[in-house]
């Protein structure tokens, strides 16, 4: 899921891409936020803070990719082994 919904504008590392590395985001961010995030982005941008500042910041909004909340809970879960791992 990630491969094919965020991988060409996030890595798994903390290197750029078109937004930022995800490497370590289950370690600043809980998980209702990654999980709004990734499904809610426009409202985030909106309304939330740090998805305000990380617009700022990066310049381009993040696109919403119309994922069920199993499949949002699944790249929660990608993405904290990604973090579990060196």
Same mark, same amino acid.
Request: proline fraction near 5%.
């Given at each position: ?21 995800? #490497?370590?985001? $289950?370690? =600043?961010?809980?998980? &209702? ?5 990734? /499904? ?6 909106? #309304?939330?803070? $740090?998805? =305000?500042?990380?617009? &700022? ?5 993040? /696109? ?23």
């Amino acid at each position: 899921i990630f491969v094919s919904k965020c991988a060409a504008c996030h890595k798994t590392t903390a290197d750029k891409v078109v937004g930022p590395g995800l #490497k370590g985001v $289950t370690e =600043i961010r809980k998980p &209702e936020w990654i999980m709004n995030m990734i /499904t809610n982005p426009e409202e985030m941008t909106k #309304k939330d803070p $740090t998805a =305000i500042a990380l617009f &700022e910041e990066h310049l381009i909004q993040m /696109t919403f990719q119309n994922v069920s909340d199993e499949d949002t809970r699944d790249i929660l879960e990608y993405l904290r082994q990604n973090d579990s791992t060196n």
